[in-house]
């Protein structure tokens, strides 16, 4: 069997320990006391959970993250241009593959009772002919991971086709050109860093589609926490987030606590090994640890974003909103056949919490509030409120926070009215006027420009684009009575109809 190459821009990681970037204003622990006074080493960067979404990225190109050996005959994921492999496949071709994939989990894999029963699995599949009628590269290696992981039960298994290797005559890029490349798409996805919003009753919103390493995307993250700095309220959607880096968890935890804290730890097969994961001591920006928290997330979420997820919840310093997530825990290593044209990414340890003492593999984090994903924000934007207007001394806010409440509230069950129905509103009411026109009823107070009511039910409607006001029908049985314009400081004003 022929060695392998590395798949571009992978570097291997001291084990356990990584110091962080000064430019992100981190300063890592070399130990944190434990029970007892004693002391237990810390790591800042050890490993990488990435979803099996993200490790298609890997093995075609990306960073193959987190190494921490070499299985017999092999090299981790991390600088080959391409493959070489043939086009179809042949017998030989396929047994080479399977006894390349046996090789690594019985190496790496981190339950070897498990390793061996898929090495079983895959040789008799070959054995009996199984796998004879697939010819093609990408239906062979899609079937493998469907065979491990029927055993496995473990997402973060895959076996992928590399990419093809460049054509004769143009040179393969240089590793520095990969890792340029693979910087400059993480920039422009502006590391997974997809929304900062201030929402209603201040409630600060980070729509976080990935966990970047904060080596490379620590300044953004420290901006966009920064600007969160002045909520009262803080919603994370993980809705979107498949996973990524331990450091990024860390450092926006660090954010959540007043005090280092113990996140979570990897227990490695190799050597026993134990790494420690806690938040840093010094971090810039806001202290937001005395402000309550929501995570949103959904069946797509998944390792390093179910393990922020999970953190939050264990230390019972966040609530969750949405559905169970997808329930992978085990950190990974990326290998590469070139010869063969595949790679494989094996789980080389499992996430243990330091307080249940388990982790989320095959169950997923389950949420405190269960609701669709599709409904978790509007949730979570309305539990907020309710819990800041449970807090508050101050009238005039507690008034504001219910009119934003309210509004959510209604928002969330929109109605449909019928030409006819809302003709049923239309007239003049002293200075305003209502009015149907193609099939939308319009409000205007002269001499303002007109704008469109959009129905919430009991009579209620919303002016599109105006926040402060609503506008109310009063009734004498089936009859408009009147027009009751309400405002957010809780102003009211009533018109007649004439």
Not at 50 to 72: C, E, H, K, R
Not at 328 to 342: E, F, M
Not at 405 to 418: H, N, V, Y
């Amino acid at each position: 069997m022929s060695s392998k190459r590395s798949l571009p821009g992978s570097r291997s990681l001291p084990r356990g320990h990584r110091t962080n970037p000064s430019h992100r204003g981190v300063t890592p622990h070399s130990a944190r006391p434990s029970a007892g006074g004693r002391t237990a080493p810390v790591t800042v960067l050890a490993a990488v959970i990435v979803s099996s979404i993200l490790l298609v990225g890997l093995l075609s190109g990306g960073p193959a993250w987190a190494q921490t050996g070499v299985p017999a005959g092999g090299s981790p994921a991390g600088g080959a241009a391409g493959t070489s492999a043939p086009a179809d496949l042949n017998q030989a071709t396929r047994a080479a593959i399977v006894d390349s994939v046996s090789a690594v989990l019985d190496s790496v894999y981190v339950f070897p009772e498990t390793a061996t029963r898929m090495e079983a699995l895959i040789h008799d599949n070959l054995r009996k002919g199984e796998y004879d009628r697939i010819l093609a590269l990408p239906d062979f290696t899609r079937r493998l991971t469907e065979d491990l992981r029927s055993i496995s039960h473990d997402g973060h298994i895959t076996v992928t086709p590399l990419p093809p290797a460049p054509p004769p005559g143009m040179p393969a890029p240089s590793p520095e050109d990969q890792r340029k490349a693979y910087l400059e798409t993480k920039a422009r996805e502006n590391y997974g860093f997809a929304k900062v919003e201030h929402l209603g009753g201040n409630v600060g919103y980070l729509d976080l589609r990935e966990f970047a390493d904060a080596g490379i995307a620590g300044k953004t993250a420290v901006a966009a926490m920064t600007l969160l700095g002045n909520s009262d309220a803080l919603i994370f959607d993980l809705r979107k987030n498949g996973g990524g880096d331990p450091s990024m968890i860390q450092l926006l935890c660090s954010y959540l606590f007043p005090e280092p804290t113990h996140l979570n730890d990897f227990h490695l097969r190799r050597g026993n090994q134990v790494w420690q994961f806690w938040t840093p001591t010094n971090v810039a920006g806001p202290d937001l640890s005395k402000v309550p928290v929501w995570v949103l997330t959904s069946s797509y979420t998944f390792s390093g974003a179910e393990e922020f997820t999970y953190n939050l919840k264990t230390l019972k310093r966040a609530t969750i909103v949405g559905e169970t997530t997808g329930g992978g825990a085990h950190p990974i290593n990326s290998y590469a056949y070139p010869s063969l044209g595949v790679g494989i990414n094996v789980p080389f340890g499992r996430a243990v919490n330091p307080i249940t003492g388990t982790n989320w593999e095959g169950t997923g984090v389950e949420p405190d509030l269960k609701v669709s994903a599709a409904d978790a924000l509007g949730v979570a934007h309305i539990a907020a409120l309710k819990a800041l207007r449970a807090q508050t001394t101050v009238p005039e806010q507690a008034l504001a926070l219910g009119w934003i409440q309210e509004g959510l509230e209604l928002s969330a069950r929109p109605i449909a009215l019928d030409a006819a129905a809302l003709g049923a509103y239309e007239g003049s009411y002293g200075p305003r006027r209502a009015w149907v026109e193609d099939g939308t009823l319009y409000y205007q107070r002269a001499p303002q420009s007109r704008v469109r009511l959009i129905p919430v039910g009991n009579d209620t409607f919303f002016l599109d684009g105006v926040d402060y006001f609503r506008v109310r029908f009063g009734r004498e049985g089936d009859r408009i009575t009147k027009l009751i314009g309400m405002y957010q400081d809780g102003r009211v004003s009533e018109n007649p109809r004439d």
